[in-house]
């Protein structure tokens, strides 16, 4: 059943209720039985009923605007996102709808129910790290409404999907500490749960085996939160123990290899003299702080301008769910800096 579809007469015919009853059900009126609410909410919600002013703005106009849905505004990479959406679809007459979930599942279930109630064409996610169950995506592809989602791919099916190509950029950095001498190379990976993790750890695996490197399971170091606090007590704790020390750090983000590098500094040791180390995102400090940080650079803004493109073709029936086989995949560069060069 396509979105709109369901009206108040439906679900009145189905509980054999008259419709302005199942209209006060829905809006919590007294004088309504918990009972009686409960069967009409319960079948409202599977039929797909929504409010009749907004599933007539999905179903037979457009309101020309959309939304972003990302995990939080400050970091550098989704900013740069925003730039790339807010360009494209400024130049073809859409405005710009934005939550952010800071990482929580709850939140981000919220800001599909917001920007629905907004009566949005479209939507463009990237989900937080807390989302493991992606049932309110699947029900909006089910009823298909307009979705594409960028940076992190989420485990449907059908899905129109924006993303670097992590797992080249991480092996990448990689090869590029071990090019420099380095052989002792622990990974500050994401949460397990991302794509995007695995697919960074799997480039650091196989730099590894393709250099001839065991890898050491005990130096893939998670950092669930990727704040500088955690990579800070992380990398102090590890690097305590003088014997069989590592003595280079692939992190997963810039944020992540800051507070690493804070922990190395506190410790006394040199960076890259002691320690090489690696980011990834190519945040705006990465280049401004001592020794500068090399990192993977990701098209921010390229991702952002590709997604709404796309977004915008499925909004306009240019394409569709079912006829987009593959996902959008762009390349990183390696930023070499002086934080993984030795001298």
């Not at 797909?48 to 959309?66: G, M, Q």
């Not at 003299?273 to 500068?292: A, L």
Request: proline fraction near 4%; charge should be neutral; glycine fraction near 6%.
């Amino acid at each position: 059943m396509k979105l709109g579809q369901a009206t108040i007469k439906d679900i009145a015919k189905e509980l054999n209720v008259s419709t302005s009853t199942v209209s006060r059900a829905l809006k919590d009126y007294p004088g309504i039985s918990d009972e009686t609410k409960r069967k009409v909410k319960e079948l409202a919600d599977r039929l797909n009923y929504r409010p009749n002013a907004v599933a007539l703005s999905l179903r037979k106009s457009k309101s020309f605007t959309i939304g972003v849905i990302i995990p939080e505004v400050v970091h550098f990479f989704f900013s740069t996102v925003i730039s790339g959406v807010e360009g494209v679809a400024y130049a073809n007459g859409y405005n710009v709808i934005l939550c952010q979930t800071n990482e929580k599942f709850s939140r981000e279930k919220s800001s599909v129910e917001t920007m629905l109630s907004n009566q949005i064409d479209g939507v463009l996610v990237s989900f937080s790290r807390e989302t493991t169950n992606f049932d309110h995506f699947q029900k909006l592809i089910d009823l298909e409404f307009p979705i594409v989602f960028f940076d992190r791919i989420p485990d449907l099916e059908n899905t129109i999907n924006v993303t670097v190509n992590d797992y080249q950029g991480a092996y990448n950095a990689v090869k590029h500490l071990i090019d420099q001498g380095f052989k002792k190379i622990v990974h500050l990976s994401g949460p397990d749960n991302l794509a995007i993790s695995k697919q960074r750890k799997g480039g650091y695996l196989d730099a590894l085996k393709d250099s001839g490197i065991q890898a050491n399971p005990d130096w893939i170091l998670e950092c669930p939160y990727g704040t500088e606090k955690e990579s800070f007590l992380i990398t102090t704790e590890l690097f305590k123990n003088k014997d069989n020390r590592p003595d280079a750090i692939f992190a997963h983000h810039d944020i992540v290899a800051a507070g690493a590098m804070m922990a190395l500094k506190a410790l006394g040791l040199k960076i890259p003299e002691d320690v090489g180390v690696v980011g990834f995102s190519n945040w705006q400090f990465s280049s401004m702080i001592d020794p500068p940080l090399s990192t993977v650079s990701q098209p921010g803004f390229q991702i952002g301008e590709t997604a709404t493109k796309l977004l915008l073709d499925l909004i306009n029936k240019k394409t569709s769910m079912e006829s987009f086989s593959q996902n959008i995949v762009l390349d990183t560069e390696l930023l070499v800096r002086k934080s993984s060069v030795k001298v």
